[in-house]
């Protein structure tokens, strides 16, 4: 427990400190543009900066959201298959964007409740969904896949995008690691750490320009 609380203060202290950093930019860049010593000619210049700094902290506090609540969370009986639905419907803008087509294949031999955190599991599949459609660039099949394993819950998210080495596959949860020009490299963190907070795991399988396989396992009790 003790070891979990540590953990949870850190990753705290990294969403404050990567917000912040983008907030002192643009901060810093008004002040600039406010004084007379700057340019005419700079101030547009500066104007891209800034606008590029606030996409990139909206793009932190999106990856971050959940964790910025307490840690504790409310539990509750979720529809999973109602829940699943609305974050397909979150992230089908996106998809749209990058022609992703998302396919849902709900399998449930019982009702689809779990008890648990609702915003929590929305942050991470969220998050792992825009990866996937975000390793898409030339389109392609995002399939979400639920079912339940005796006391189990599997929710696979596959897509068939850029894929990952093993060795990027071993990054993956690490704070700031991204290959993206324009990642936070703050996602899996967030999502390893919740799932980890409901006792679950995460499995990933990926082959190098196939695709990438992430099954996020959660206890039903
Ligand atoms: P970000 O998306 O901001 O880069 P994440 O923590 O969400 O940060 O992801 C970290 C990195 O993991 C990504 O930059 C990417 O290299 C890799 N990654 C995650 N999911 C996938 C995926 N589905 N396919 C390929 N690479 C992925
Ligand atoms: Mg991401």
Do not use: W
């Not at 203060?9 to 600039?32: N, P, Y």
């Not at 800034?50 to 793009?59: D, F, G, H, T």
């Amino acid at each position: 427990l003790k070891e979990e609380m540590n953990r949870s203060e850190k990753m705290r202290i990294i969403g404050e400190l990567a917000a912040s950093v983008a907030h002192d930019v643009v901060h810093g860049f008004m002040q600039l543009l406010g004084s007379d010593k700057i340019q005419e000619s700079k101030k547009e210049e500066y104007l891209q900066i800034m606008m590029a700094e606030l996409n990139r902290a909206q793009s932190i506090i999106t990856d971050y959201l959940s964790l910025a609540k307490s840690e504790i969370g409310t539990r509750e009986q979720v529809n999973m298959e109602q829940l699943i639905q609305q974050i397909v419907t979150i992230v089908s803008p996106l998809a749209l964007l990058n022609g992703v087509e998302i396919r849902c294949s709900i399998s449930m031999t019982e009702l689809p409740y779990l008890h648990t955190d609702p915003e929590k599991i929305k942050q991470c599949l969220i998050n792992i969904m825009k990866n996937g459609i975000e390793a898409m660039t030339n389109g392609g099949i995002l399939q979400v896949n639920v079912h339940k394993r005796s006391d189990d819950f599997i929710i696979d998210i596959i897509d068939t995008g850029i894929g990952m080495t093993s060795e990027e596959v071993k990054q993956l949860g690490m704070p700031f690691y991204s290959t993206k020009e324009k990642g936070t490299g703050l996602g899996t963190m967030v999502c390893y750490s919740i799932i980890r907070g409901l006792n679950g795991k995460i499995e990933v399988t990926s082959q190098k320009g196939k695709g990438t396989c992430f099954s996020i396992i959660i206890p039903a009790c």
